[in-house]
């Protein structure tokens, strides 16, 4: 399994397919030391045959973009639009990974996207878990999709 590659996959195709953005990839990094600036997160579980967490980590210049993007209107705060944008961005990811999964056997099951917005916050939890983190970049700024997940069994 690439996992760090397979969120490459699943994040380019959503925006080149959806938002007609082609990302600047960043390298993907296991384990802690790679963070974004975020104002909003959005984020949803993951179960069956693994369990965990996907997340997008935003600034909100960039989650503005991306909303301006996917809805052809422009943005210029961190309204209901944007959690539900990000949210659907976060979904996509997350189906695409999904597919990815299978192709290595691997059931997995996706929860309703959450979205946290504000200043300063932290998402931690899931002790033992592994963690691939991809930094990408776009005109108005980077983002992260993190992917955290404990393979059941």
Do not use: W
């Amino acid at each position: 399994m690439d996992i760090g590659q397979d969120i490459v996959n699943a994040a380019t195709d959503v925006f080149s397919t959806m938002l007609m953005i082609d990302l600047v990839v960043g390298e993907p990094v296991e384990g802690a030391g790679v963070e974004v600036t975020s104002n909003i997160c959005s984020m949803l579980g993951l179960g069956g045959d693994i369990r965990g967490m996907l997340a997008v980590h935003c600034p909100a210049a960039v989650a503005m973009a991306i909303t301006s993007g996917f809805l052809g209107m422009d943005v210029d705060t961190l309204n209901e639009d944007v959690k539900d944008a990000i949210g659907e961005i976060a979904n996509m990811i997350a189906g695409n990974l999904k597919i990815a999964f299978a192709g290595y056997g691997v059931k997995v099951e996706l929860a309703i996207p959450t979205s946290v917005v504000g200043e300063s916050y932290r998402v931690g939890g899931m002790l033992g878990a592994r963690r691939v983190a991809v930094p990408f970049g776009m005109e108005s700024g980077q983002f992260l999709v993190e992917l955290k997940y404990i393979v059941n069994g």
